[in-house]
């Protein structure tokens, strides 16, 4: 499918001089936005015990970026959560994804809002366990929130604060979640959101990643990936030392002393703990600017039946562990391996924390501002779903890693300050006193793929209720085929769009177009 790129001129933005850096005729997809600065709260909740009376007043300086080539007056304003990611890596989002679909469709302004913690919005200048202290779920709906109610657009003379303007929330992912949250805690200013892979029901361990790889993928690939698993915790449970050595070996990771590393550096290209480097399952996209095949490759390497000779002999290397049973694909998945995945890690130290090493305590415990660091605090206080290996039941990951794995990372990263401290292991409960599987609030959506690998955590897991009834006011979609967020995605033309997308994209518009028809009586219950 081929992009359909549009350009706009500079008739199309009115009077916005703020907003973007554009020349006439620049595409939709090239258009660049300029940083603007809102003063954010370091801290909403002065008096509460859990921020111990720390910064009571200060601010920071939170990034934002919005766009209002399809604005005109009375319309709504749509704001994209930027999540656990800069703001500019979110652009794609005005220029051809959803929040464009639903500016043209209304004729709405788009804005992204940076999250504390994340890209340029620090409150400090480096990320302490005491500086960490605000990097929390309420914190970061408030500031949702706060930003609405006092955001200003340069360029745009009337006021479009909430709630005397319609403010519509998206966000995906763990954005996601903080979107659902925004509109259950803050919807008397919000008027509604759209949740996108929302992981609104957490466990501090979740093996349940590999669910869609192992039941969608291709089956002779995943089969031969379970077998050749099976064997290599074989070898760990009967230590043989010398084969494991020789294993690793075969890998080009001989280097890797931690079983568990070594395990996570093979799963790379499926998906591991921690922070992989190939594109996996979860980067596969429907929108292929933004998707990559890679996943298949590995999976079409590990299963080829044309392997050349040199390669197929490796599957026999350790048949004598097996009573004679050949490890079918061993050769080419350790290939692959060496070919493809290595050189992804640029240092060539492969059992650097820069690559596939976890053991460096020491490197946890840089407190430079990176996503990295804010992301695996998110985890070590309140997300968890540290991936891990099924108890039981083919796998996909070593059953060498289990959440202690991750968990450590945390001792390590976080040591405890004067003002803050983090628990011994997620607090989870955070997010179901929302109402986990259950949670709802009037104008909240919620839209997932069923092929996602988050998906057992969101709204349509397998282990939610059934869910069988979808309103105007409490609107659901499971989207066949699709991965994470998909529907954040888009091409500048809907109808050119795959058919489970392209009604997904249709099924947005008319959900926002039915809530913005009965904003004003909702305005209007607000004043009485």
């Not at 099976?230 to 020789?246: M, P, R, V």
């Not at 550096?265 to 596969?284: R, V």
Request: charged share 20%; hydrophobic share 35%.
């Amino acid at each position: 499918m081929k992009l359909n790129v549009r350009s706009i001129g500079l008739l199309a933005l009115l009077q916005d001089v703020g907003a973007m850096r554009i020349r006439r005729d620049t595409a939709r997809d090239e258009l660049q936005y300029d940083a603007n600065y809102f003063d954010q709260k370091i801290n909403h909740f002065p008096d509460s015990e859990q921020y111990g009376g720390y910064v009571n007043d200060a601010t920071f300086k939170q990034r934002y970026y919005f766009d209002t080539s399809y604005y005109q007056p009375g319309g709504p304003v749509y704001l994209y959560i930027s999540g656990e990611t800069s703001g500019p890596s979110r652009f794609s989002n005005l220029q051809t994804g959803i929040i464009q679909i639903l500016m043209e469709a209304t004729n709405g302004l788009g804005v992204i809002l940076e999250n504390r913690y994340y890209g340029e919005s620090y409150p400090f200048n480096t990320s302490t366990t005491d500086e960490l202290l605000f990097l929390t779920t309420n914190q970061t709906i408030a500031d949702n929130a706060y930003f609405a109610q006092n955001a200003v657009f340069p360029g745009i003379d009337c006021d479009l604060t909430a709630p005397g303007t319609p403010w519509i929330v998206y966000g995906g992912s763990l954005a996601g979640l903080q979107t659902a949250l925004s509109i259950k805690v803050w919807g008397d200013v919000l008027y509604g959101g759209i949740a996108s892979s929302a992981p609104i029901k957490v466990n501090v361990g979740y093996p349940e990643w590999y669910n869609p790889i192992q039941k969608y993928a291709p089956q002779d690939c995943i089969t031969r990936i379970n077998k050749i698993v099976d064997n290599f915790d074989f070898l760990i449970a009967k230590n043989y030392t010398a084969a494991i050595k020789e294993f690793k070996a075969l890998f080009g990771l001989e280097a890797l002393t931690d079983h568990r590393d070594f395990a996570a550096a093979i799963a790379d290209p499926i998906g591991n703990p921690g922070f992989y480097k190939s594109s996996t399952w979860q980067e596969l996209n429907w929108n292929y600017t933004y998707g990559s095949r890679d996943f298949f490759y590995f999976c079409g390497n590990v299963s080829d039946i044309d392997a050349p000779e040199e390669i197929t002999q490796v599957d026999y290397a350790w048949a004598n562990y097996t009573n004679g049973e050949p490890w079918t694909g061993l050769g080419s998945y350790a290939n692959y391996i060496k070919t493809y995945v290595l050189q992804l890690c640029t240092s060539g130290d492969l059992n650097s924390n820069d690559c596939w090493g976890t053991q460096n305590a020491s490197a946890w415990a840089n407190i430079e501002n990176t996503s990295t660091r804010s992301y695996l605090y998110t985890s070590c206080i309140e997300q968890g779903s540290y991936i891990d290996a099924p108890k039981e039941g083919p796998t996909l990951l070593s059953r060498v890693i289990d959440t202690s794995y991750e968990q450590q990372w945390c001792t390590w990263a976080f040591p405890a300050g004067k003002y803050n401290s983090i628990p011994p292991s997620p607090d989870v409960g955070v997010y179901d006193n929302f109402g986990g599987f259950n949670l709802s609030a009037d104008r909240l959506a919620f839209i997932d793929g069923d092929q996602d690998v988050w998906n057992d955590l969101c709204y349509h897991s397998n282990f939610a209720p059934p869910r069988t009834v979808s309103s105007d006011l409490h609107p659901e979609l499971l989207i066949t085929g699709a991965g994470h967020h998909w529907d954040s995605y888009g091409i500048l033309d809907v109808e050119a769009e795959p058919q489970f997308i392209r009604e997904a994209h249709k099924w947005e518009i008319k959900t926002v177009k039915k809530w913005l028809r009965d904003f004003d009586s909702w305005k209007k219950s607000k004043n009485s």
